[in-house]
Antibody
Framework: QVQLVESGGGVVQPGRSLRLSCAVSGFTFSAFGMHWVRQAPGRGLEWVAGISYDGSKKHYADSVKGRFTISRDDPKNTLYLQMDSLRPDDTAVYYC?????????????????WGQGTMVTVSS | EIVLTQSPGTLSLSPGERATLFCRASDFVSAMYVAWYQQKPGKAPSLLIYGASARASGIPDRFSGYGSGTDFTLTISSLEPDDFAVYYCHHYGRSPETFGGGTKVEMK
């Protein structure tokens, strides 16, 4: 069964760090580009970051560039999002998602599989 | 960055009616890189349409996508009770990827 399961969310003070994980099962993780997408409470979807199948290419939204780092550990079938210098406007549900076509690259596929999301609250 | 503007913000319709949702890009985009998602409350989005008009696996044919250039549409030919949700368009193919603000399809 193809599945993405996020973890690591919680309540954190502004300026602190948090690392999110996305555990993958049911498909060959190492073949697919992956992404993080977030959704602030009551708001729409915002793309956060993407990574190529081999980790060699990483892309970030301007709003998180320099503060967030996307990475992957293929032997562990896990995607990560390291979030530093967190701000209140980073408060959101964070979803990991799979880029659907491994032949097209991480930027050239829609997102066909999503996790259930993990909530991050940045507040003092 | 490509900005996607969805309209209307809310669509109030009855089961059996036709729903037409719009997504306008701030600049020309390739139709190869436009997708649509459905999201229900408390759930993750799910892929409906990719490449502007291709239905994802398992998506019924009452959902159809169309468009080119800067204007894209998602049509639900005859609304079923399960279709009342929020719909997002998505532009990919370059960084940063972007989403529209969403259209809520609510039951009248």
């Amino acid at each position: 069964q193809v599945q993405l399961v996020e973890s690591g969310g919680g309540v954190v003070q502004p300026g602190r760090s948090l690392r999110l994980s996305c555990a993958v099962s049911g498909f060959t993780f190492s073949a697919f580009g992956m992404h993080w997408v977030r959704q602030a409470p009551g708001r729409g979807l915002e793309w956060v970051a993407g990574i190529s199948y081999d980790g060699s290419k990483k892309h970030y939204a301007d709003s998180v560039k320099g503060r967030f780092t996307i990475s992957r550990d293929d032997p562990k079938n896990t995607l990560y999002l390291q979030m530093d210098s967190l701000r209140p406007d980073d408060t959101a549900v964070y979803y990991c998602a799979r880029a659907s076509d491994p032949a097209l690259g991480e930027l050239f596929s829609a997102f066909d599989i999503w996790g259930q999301g993990t909530m991050v609250t940045v507040s003092s | 960055e490509i900005v996607l503007t969805q309209s209307p913000g809310t669509l109030s319709l009855s089961p059996g009616e036709r729903a037409t949702l719009f997504c306008r890009a701030s600049d020309f985009v390739s139709a190869m890189y436009v997708a649509w998602y459905q999201q229900k409350p408390g759930k993750a989005p799910s892929l409906l349409i990719y490449g502007a008009s291709a239905r994802a696996s398992g998506i019924p044919d009452r959902f159809s996508g169309y468009g080119s250039g800067t204007d894209f549409t998602l049509t639900i030919s005859s609304l079923e009770p399960d279709d009342f949700a929020v719909y997002y368009c998505h532009h990919y193919g370059r960084s940063p990827e972007t989403f529209g603000g969403g259209t809520k399809v609510e039951m009248k």
